[in-house]
């Protein structure tokens, strides 16, 4: 972790690194990159997005402290990607700054060896399997092989406030059958065993 909270790599980013680490964490969230106020919170999903994320946690029953404690947070870029020039909205990282930043999170999954991946957005979501919509992905579970080993995958959307999605009734039912999927998983249940009703 040392090595990825020093790393400058790309010199668009605006560091530093930010990562919510667990060792030996059975479940691994994966997001899309940290906003400028993670960067200053030094901890993933800490603004509005965070609040959203969580408030969906907390209905299955695991408030936002006992999470961070327990869960391995990532990003498909560990730094800021910085803002959209003259736009509202942060920039989307470059295919280049996602391979670098890669090297990382395949490193991580090699070393943790997780039961369980949640990855949130459409981006983290492509970084293991095809998205050809959230539709088609959300609400489901999907079996990774990530370094020989069988894993399942559950899919979130991004709890952006711009998102339409997540506010439909659909997407909100959506949402739900995915919370039941992660809650009913044997590394939630492990993972929070005596913590949860």
Not at 56 to 77: D, K, Q, T
Not at 95 to 123: F, H, N, Q, W
Not at 127 to 145: N, R
């Amino acid at each position: 972790m040392d090595a990825l909270r020093e790393c400058r790599t790309c010199p668009h980013v605006v560091p530093p690194s930010v990562i919510g680490a667990v060792p030996g964490a059975r479940v691994y969230l994966m997001g899309q990159a940290p906003g400028p106020r993670e960067a200053a919170a030094g901890r993933p999903f800490a603004w509005t997005a965070g609040r959203t994320l969580f408030k969906w946690f907390a209905s299955v029953g695991v408030e936002e402290a006992l999470f961070r404690e327990r869960v391995h947070m990532a990003a498909v870029i560990s730094c800021f990607p910085g803002k959209l020039p003259g736009k509202q909205g942060d920039r989307k990282p470059s295919k280049e700054e996602i391979e670098s930043c890669g090297a990382y999170r395949k490193t991580e999954l090699k070393l943790m060896t997780p039961d369980l991946v949640i990855p949130v957005g459409r981006m983290a979501i492509e970084w293991f399997m095809d998205c050809p919509s959230l539709d088609a992905v959300i609400g489901k579970t999907f079996t990774l092989d990530l370094n020989g080993r069988k894993v399942d995958a559950v899919p979130l959307p991004h709890p952006s406030g711009l998102s339409r999605w997540i506010q439909q009734p659909a997407g909100k039912q959506k949402i739900a059958e995915a919370l039941d999927l992660i809650v009913n998983h044997a590394a939630w249940k492990q993972t929070f065993a005596g913590d949860i009703p």
